[in-house]
């Protein structure tokens, strides 16, 4: 799968959109995009997936950029609730046999604060 | 309603002692994970099963041994405890099969082991 980078910590004011970055510039054709996150605490959390396309769902928007080296998870209007760990995770569609697994880097410590 | 749950929450033993976290998930998924966050906040996966068969191990200490009675339920076994085995212990579930790269996976809330 290949490896990602992401900003260590973001801040963002409560009720403004979140930008969270992530560059995969090794990514291959056949691998998604994948927004996992991770409340103090909590077990990780599914936000969003891609392949090539934008994607939007009730929790965020997910951009992707043509060459696919980038994407961008934002929250519209984050939310104290939305402090989290956010991990960008780029991975291909198993093989029958290999399994799936998500490998997490260290991801972006977002703080929305008041 | 719970999804993913786990048990115990919180588990302090003495280093030695053999002891078990128990998984269970009622969303009907056919496969299963354990992962571990260490101190630093790493989370790595240790082992998946799918339909009760062991699919990925990973580099993990043969003190370690999941069990799976069936496809609702993944449990792990932890023999000989070590002060490095402290750290919380997630366990997660899916499908398998990937239609259009949907194979989210759902997170318990972790069992916080302290080894002492």
């Known amino acids: 799968d290949a490896k990602t980078t992401q900003p260590t910590s973001m801040d963002c ?9 992530c560059n995969h510039s090794t990514i291959s054709g056949n691998e998604y995009v994948y927004w996992y996150r991770q409340i103090h605490s909590q077990g990780p959390q599914y936000i969003i997936h891609g392949l090539k396309n934008n994607e939007t769902n009730e ?9 696919r080296k980038s994407s961008t998870l934002i ?3 984050a939310t104290l609730r939305d402090t989290a760990v956010y991990y960008c995770i780029v991975r291909v569609a198993p093989e029958e046999t290999s399994g799936s ?3 997490f880097g260290e991801g ?7 | ?6 048990t115990p929450k919180y588990l302090v033993t003495q280093m030695g002692n053999d002891k078990s976290i128990k998984c269970e998930q009622n969303l009907g998924h056919d496969t299963m994970y ?11 996966i240790m082992f998946s099963y799918n339909n009760k068969e ?3 191990n990973e580099t993990v200490p043969n003190r370690f041994s999941p069990k799976s009675p069936d496809k609702a339920h993944l449990n792990l076994h932890i023999n000989s405890l070590e002060l490095g085995d402290s750290a919380v212990y997630f366990c997660a579930s899916s499908q398998y099969r990937w239609v259009a790269g949907d194979n989210e996976q759902f997170f318990g809330p972790g069992t916080r082991l302290t080894v002492l």
Do not use: C
Request: aromatic content about 6%.
């Open chain 2, 54 to 56: 062991l699919i990925i």
């Open chain 1, 101 to 103: 697994r998500l490998t």
């Open chain 1, 59 to 67: 929790m965020a928007s997910l951009i992707i950029t043509e060459d």
């Open chain 1, 13 to 21: 004011a409560e009720g403004r959109a979140a930008n969270l970055p």
């Open chain 1, 108 to 114: 972006t410590q977002l703080t929305v604060n008041p």
């Open chain 1, 75 to 77: 929250l519209p209007h």
């Open chain 2, 1 to 6: 309603d719970t999804a993913v749950s786990q």
């Open chain 2, 34 to 44: 354990w992962y571990k966050q260490d101190s630093k906040k790493f989370l790595k």
